[in-house]
């Protein structure tokens, strides 16, 4: 779609340069009062420039209008466009009434035109659509405080032509990032219960000469929203922006706390300060995104206006909620001024959240509907010898930090603990996980295999498993429900588990491959399970399972590090159409202190352990990994910042130890 720029200051350079390196849209005219900067800019981007607005919009086809112009111009100029027939993405503030921000939102409506407004890229945001999933999820409870900073610092500090900002104030200016925001996951501000405003900064110097600017430049207000929530708003050019609460939101419920940095960041930092969430009475833990993030910049909410206007939908970056936003400004400043709370009646819709952010967590295809996380946690407290560890915080922890995929077996003895957690304020729903159970090999036998997964779903309190396994290929004999095997001694878990004979020797059974895959299929058939999957079996194993399976597996697990990379087992995994997964990736002795591994974790600024778990991540293998370090297990999850070359890859697979 052809775009045009009116407007051609110091922002519209940003706004070019966008535009030219994102799909669907094309700078095709330029426009402003002085004429050598419309020239400049146009023929940086082989657009025309046209020396008036009527010029433009009497000869150039645009259908879709950028304004730029200085803040006091934005009403106007939108006006003349949308009378024009043209589409407007308007920069902010959409007006400086509230009533003429209205006006143009029903003018665009009766001419059947799309408005758009910033501030708009950071409601597209990887870390505002992470934090948005976390609210609907309800993982905070009921939320009842919000503290909302926009402390943009001292103006002729950062722009060369202070006074029309100082003029409409922070704001108009700033207050709009995390207003925006708000009225789209909280709903739209009802009322303004109180504010506070004053005037901090010292008159500054212009060109040798002094000036006052005698707009409040300190805001402070109480706000309402539909949901019940309600905000604490700072807005400041006084305080500076390096200030620890720059242009935050702080998210506060009955069952924990979130934390987002930046309201109006596009890019999400992977430093572990992006985005961040508290149980109650908890410390706050790192989120990870799960996904590789997504490049943002101030062409978004143009691509997203120019879809809009194909599609016939409203964009994401609608005029009616900077409209909102407007009157929620001109209603603090009236309650500043007056003392009196004031009550707000319009209303805004929420828009929808972006595909990855809207259901399960982008992973490998599954089934019809799911999807499967990249990256999971491992929930054996089995460590070897008689050493088990405490796995309740770290379960937590890792659910905390964004896990979504669990792996259980009844051998793990956890699985009472987990459905325990799950039941947890502050844990996700059922809906928003993806939960692995594994068969153990004393129960291979038909019934064996359906009373063991009865069990396993009671204690986790679930109605279905989403993949269910073979934890072993071997059957050995049966001795019975195994129960919850945190409760017993070791010396008890061992005897049921691992059953010997007189000289010491595994108890083998005679249960053939063939009963337990059919008491598995009958799995799916109940409904226990979505569907199944195998682990640690060999190529020949695979084989002989697939050829006889009538429901076929669809995950294999088996050991998978760089000291056994396994190619064979993966590319068979592959071959019989199984998705394969690396349990125990970082367990393998000596393997993190590897200088190879240091090397390329320097160069990424990260740690060895996420340069192994990468590696399986770039060629589609999903690693379990499993930690009791809160650290570790944050930064375990956040694997997506960073992509291992094709030479980095090879140095990995050098590593080899054991090539079974």
């Not at 419309?38 to 010029?55: C, F, R």
């Not at 069952?255 to 309201?263: E, K, P, T, V």
């Not at 009472?416 to 291979?444: C, F, M």
Request: aromatic fraction near 6%; charged fraction near 20%; hydrophobic fraction near 45%.
């Amino acid at each position: 779609m052809d775009v045009a720029i009116v407007g051609c200051g110091f922002i519209a350079q940003a706004y070019a340069e966008a535009l030219a390196a994102a799909p669907g849209v094309r700078l095709t005219a330029t426009m402003d009062l002085a004429e050598e900067r419309a020239a400049a800019l146009a023929a940086a981007y082989d657009a025309e420039a046209y020396a008036s607005l009527d010029a433009l919009l009497a000869h150039a086809p645009a259908p879709l209008i950028v304004n730029l112009t200085i803040h006091h111009a934005h009403a106007e100029i939108t006006r003349a466009c949308l009378k024009a027939g043209r589409h407007v993405f308007s920069e902010k503030p959409l007006a400086l009434s509230a009533r003429d921000a209205h006006a143009l939102v029903d003018l665009a409506a009766a001419e059947g035109l799309r408005l758009g407004a910033a501030p708009a890229a950071s409601l597209f945001g990887d870390a505002q659509q992470l934090a948005w999933r976390y609210l609907r999820e309800d993982r905070l409870g009921p939320v009842r405080m919000v503290y909302a900073d926009a402390n943009l610092g001292r103006v002729p500090e950062w722009n060369a032509n202070p006074e029309p900002f100082l003029r409409i104030g922070p704001l108009l200016d700033g207050a709009v990032y995390p207003l925006t925001l708000l009225t789209a996951w909280l709903g739209p501000v009802v009322a303004v219960e109180a504010a506070h405003r004053a005037r901090l900064n010292p008159d500054f110097e212009q060109n040798g000469e002094r000036v006052t600017v005698d707009t409040p430049d300190h805001h402070t207000a109480m706000l309402r929203f539909a949901s019940g929530a309600r905000a604490r708003l700072t807005a400041s050019f006084y305080v500076p922006h390096q200030t620890q609460h720059f242009n935050s939101l702080e998210f506060h419920g009955d069952a924990g706390s979130l934390y987002l940095r930046n309201a109006g960041d596009l890019a999400w930092m992977g430093d572990g300060g992006d985005l961040q969430f508290a149980r109650l009475g908890d410390p706050y833990q790192p989120l990870a995104l799960p996904k590789v993030g997504e490049s943002f910049s101030y062409a978004t909410p143009i691509v997203d206006m120019a879809e809009a206007i194909a599609n016939g939908r409203a964009p994401v970056a609608n005029g009616r909620r900077a409209a909102h936003v407007v009157e929620v400004v001109e209603a603090i400043e009236a309650v500043a001024g007056t003392g009196q709370p004031q009550a707000l009646t319009s209303e805004v819709a929420a828009p929808a959240p972006r595909a990855w952010a809207a259901g399960a967590v982008p992973g490998h295809a599954f089934g019809e509907a799911q999807a499967l996380p990249p990256v999971g946690f491992g929930c054996s407290r089995y460590r070897g010898g008689t050493t088990y560890v405490d796995l309740e915080r770290p379960i937590e922890q890792a659910l905390d930090s964004g896990c979504r995929l669990l792996d259980l077996a009844e051998l793990y003895g956890t699985e009472a603990l987990v459905g325990d957690i799950l039941q947890r304020s502050g844990s996700p729903s059922r809906e928003d996980l993806y939960l692995i159970g594994k068969v153990w090999n004393t129960n291979h036998a038909y019934d064996a295999v359906l009373a063991a997964c009865r069990q396993s779903l009671d204690a986790l309190g679930i109605d279905t498993f989403d993949c269910y396994m073979i934890h072993w290929p071997d059957a050995w004999a049966h001795q019975g429900s195994l129960g919850d095997l945190s409760t017993r001694s070791h010396e008890e878990a061992q005897a049921l588990t691992f059953p010997t004979d007189g000289n010491g020797d595994i108890l083998a059974s005679e249960v053939p491959l063939e009963e337990t895959w059919r008491a598995m299929e009958a799995l799916v058939e109940r409904g226990w399970t979505r569907a199944l999957g195998i682990s640690n079996f060999d190529e020949e194993q695979l084989a002989r399972l697939v050829a006889l399976a009538a429901t076929p597996p669809r995950i294999h697990q088996f050991e998978r590090h760089p000291h056994r990379p396994n190619h064979a087992l993966v590319e068979a995994t592959r071959r019989h159409g199984l998705i394969p997964m690396a349990h125990s990736p970082l367990s393998a002795e000596g393997l993190l202190h590897e200088p190879v591994l240091h090397d390329i974790a320097t160069q990424h600024a990260v740690s060895p352990a996420q340069v192994v778990l990468r590696w399986n991540v770039q060629q589609d293998i999903i690693p379990i990994p499993s930690s009791t370090n809160a650290a570790h297990i944050a930064a375990n999850l956040n694997i997506f910042g960073f992509e291992l070359s094709s030479d980095e890859l090879r140095a990995i697979d050098a590593l080899a130890k054991d090539t079974r």
